[in-house]
């Protein structure tokens, strides 16, 4: 079994009376249907529906109080807590940065389908909850527990994991897309259960609603094996000279790439190779 403590993670907390209702408001998926110890994948969009900020909502227990703890890039926490409070107004929530006391490990195994979630869970103190990620089960589970435990309990390396996620076809914010740049559709979003259609009013719904009714995105983050060493990242991908899309992580002969779909269409019709950096590449079914 791997735990890998995730160094680049932080930990929001959203506590309140409205805490649910706040963040059902403004994120791309459902929460307010969240059980106690479940988590959703979610973001938090522009109003032109770009991604600014994506992150792993969990709801916590009601013995302290409704409360939800966010999983989110540690590089990215302290602007979303102040992006969270512009939006507060006069909701009852508050909301606190905890990264510098909790840390987020991930536990998985090769090659499990699913890993069953904890039971050893406090009231929302986040003291050692862990919950499955909702983004693919295959993923594994996830936990937030004070810094000193996680470190203790760590016994794998973090490439590893990002080997795993790779193979896995997940995209990574930061590193596979530029928040602020991109839709939901664009990065996977809503093949990775991080879109609910059929939920109320979000920042940047209409657009959303738009991509997904009109068919889909023209082009997506998509797995590549890589006929050798692979390039750096942000590498163009190339059907012969023409620049079909971006490279992004790449791990054990395998990467994810941001490319246009239809540009990947003609080439492989049209028996035209595919290359970055002068590596050959050829794409993978999810």
Not at 15 to 42: I, K, P
Not at 54 to 77: H, I, N, T, W
Not at 243 to 272: C, F, P, Y
Request: include cysteine.
């Amino acid at each position: 079994m791997h735990r890998t403590l995730l160094e680049d993670r932080g930990v929001l907390r959203v506590a309140g009376e409205d805490s649910a209702s706040f963040l059902q408001g403004l994120l791309t998926n459902d929460v307010e249907g969240l059980a106690v110890g479940a988590a959703r994948y979610a973001a938090l969009l522009s109003p032109q529906g770009k991604i600014l900020f994506d992150f792993l909502v969990l709801r916590v227990g009601a013995e302290s109080g409704k409360a939800f703890l966010v999983d989110c890039p540690a590089a990215q926490a302290g602007e979303l807590a102040k992006r969270l409070g512009f939006y507060r107004l006069r909701a009852k929530v508050t909301i606190s940065d905890e990264s510098a006391d909790h840390a987020v490990i991930a536990v998985w195994k090769e090659g499990e389908q699913r890993l069953e979630q904890s039971t050893a869970m406090t009231d929302g103190a986040a003291e050692g909850l862990c919950y499955v990620d909702p983004r693919d089960p295959r993923l594994g589970s996830r936990a937030i527990l004070p810094r000193a435990q996680a470190a203790a309990l760590a016994n794998s390396d973090v490439d590893d994991y990002e080997a795993h996620r790779i193979k896995l076809g997940v995209p990574k914010g930061g590193v596979d897309f530029a928040y602020a740049d991109i839709f939901p559709h664009d990065a996977n979003l809503d093949l990775l259960h991080g879109v609910d259609f059929e939920k109320g009013c979000y920042v940047g719904q209409e657009v959303v609603s738009r991509m997904h009714h009109r068919g889909g995105a023209r082009k997506r983050i998509v797995r590549l094996t890589l006929a050798g060493a692979a390039p750096e990242r942000g590498t163009p991908v190339l059907a012969g000279e023409t620049s079909i899309g971006t490279l992004g992580s790449a791990a054990n002969g395998r990467a994810l790439a941001l490319m246009r779909l239809d540009k990947v269409e003609d080439a492989q019709s049209a028996g035209r190779p595919l290359t970055t950096g002068g590596v050959g590449v050829t794409t993978e079914e999810k």
